[in-house]
C-alpha cells in the first residue's frame, strides 16, 4: 500500500511568487491535513479537507489556502511569498470521518530567496 | 484551547540502554488520542506510537512503550534497547477524538541521540 506522496519534496520560489504545493493521501483515506514545519514555531497546523470541505483552519494568513479534488488529492498554495514562507510543509492522510491518527508525507522543503 | 509540552529539548542515550521522554499537555475534553512521533534526518515524520485516553492500559510498540497518566496529564516515551536507528527528533501530540478533523497538535520535539 503506498503512503502519502508529497511533490515536489524540494521548491526554491522568489519573494513575491506564488506556490503550489500536492499531497497524495494513502488510497482509501479521504483526509488531508497540512502542517508548517520551521525551527522557530515547530509544527502548526494550515487546515485540514475532507470530502472536498475545509473542515478546519490554523492561524494563518489568507494567503495560504488549499483545496482537495473528488480522488482526494489536495494541493496547497501560498500566494505572494515571504521570507518568513520557508518551511518543511508536511501533509498528513487520515482515514476522514473519524479520525484518529495520521500518517505523514515526506514534506516539501520551501525555500524563499 | 490544548497544549503539548515537551520539557527536554535535546537528550542522549548509550546503544542498548534505556530513555524515557517526557511530554505534558493540557486539555479539558475527555475524548482524545496521543501520538509519539518520530522524525529522523530524512524529515518523514513516522508515527512510534498511539494511545486512547480511554484506555487505561499504556500502549507498546515493540521497544517502546508510553506511561500514561491521564490525572497528571503525563505521557511519557520509553525506548528499550537503544538503537543507533533511534537517533532522531521526537514529537508527542494531541488529536481531540470529539472534532473528527484529525488536527494534530504538536509539542516542540526531543532531539534523541543515540550513541554507540
Known amino acids: 500500500k503506498a503512503g502519502v506522496t508529497q511533490t515536489p519534496r524540494y521548491l526554491i520560489k522568489t519573494r513575491g511568487q506564488q506556490v503550489t504545493l500536492s499531497c497524495s493521501p494513502i488510497?482509501?483515506?479521504?483526509?488531508v491535513s497540512w502542517y508548517q514545519q520551521t525551527p522557530g514555531q515547530g509544527l502548526q497546523f494550515l487546515f485540514e479537507?475532507?470530502?472536498?470541505?475545509?473542515?478546519n483552519k490554523g492561524n494563518f494568513p489568507g494567503r495560504f489556502s488549499g483545496r482537495q479534488f473528488s480522488n482526494s488529492r489536495s494541493e496547497m498554495n501560498v500566494s505572494t511569498l515571504e521570507l518568513g514562507d520557508s518551511a518543511l510543509y508536511l501533509c498528513?492522510?487520515?482515514?476522514?470521518?473519524?479520525?484518529?491518527?495520521?500518517?505523514f508525507g515526506q514534506g516539501t522543503r520551501l525555500t524563499v530567496v | 484551547a490544548q497544549t503539548v509540552t515537551q520539557s527536554q529539548p535535546e537528550m542522549s542515550v548509550q546503544e542498548a540502554e534505556t530513555v524515557t521522554l517526557s511530554c505534558t499537555y493540557d486539555?479539558?475534553?475527555?475524548?482524545?488520542?496521543l501520538f509519539w512521533y518520530k522524525q529522523p534526518p530524512s524529515r518523514q515524520m513516522i508515527l512510534v506510537i498511539r494511545?486512547?485516553?480511554?484506555?487505561?492500559q499504556n500502549a507498546t510498540e515493540n521497544r517502546f512503550s508510553v506511561n500514561f497518566q491521564k490525572a497528571a496529564k503525563s505521557f511519557s516515551l520509553k525506548i528499550s534497547d537503544s538503537q543507533l536507528g533511534d537517533t532522531a527528533m521526537y514529537f508527542c501530540?494531541?488529536?481531540?477524538?470529539?472534532?473528527?478533523?484529525?488536527?494534530?497538535?504538536f509539542g516542540q520535539g526531543t532531539t534523541l541521540q543515540v550513541k554507540p
Open positions: 486539555t479539558s475534553e475527555s475524548n482524545y488520542y
Open positions: 479537507y475532507f470530502s472536498e470541505t475545509q473542515r
Open positions: 501530540a494531541f488529536m481531540n477524538g470529539s472534532s473528527n478533523t484529525g488536527k494534530l497538535i
Open positions: 494511545q486512547e485516553a480511554y484506555k487505561q
Open positions: 498528513a492522510s487520515g482515514r476522514g470521518s473519524e479520525n484518529t491518527e495520521a500518517f
Open positions: 488510497s482509501g483515506h479521504r483526509s
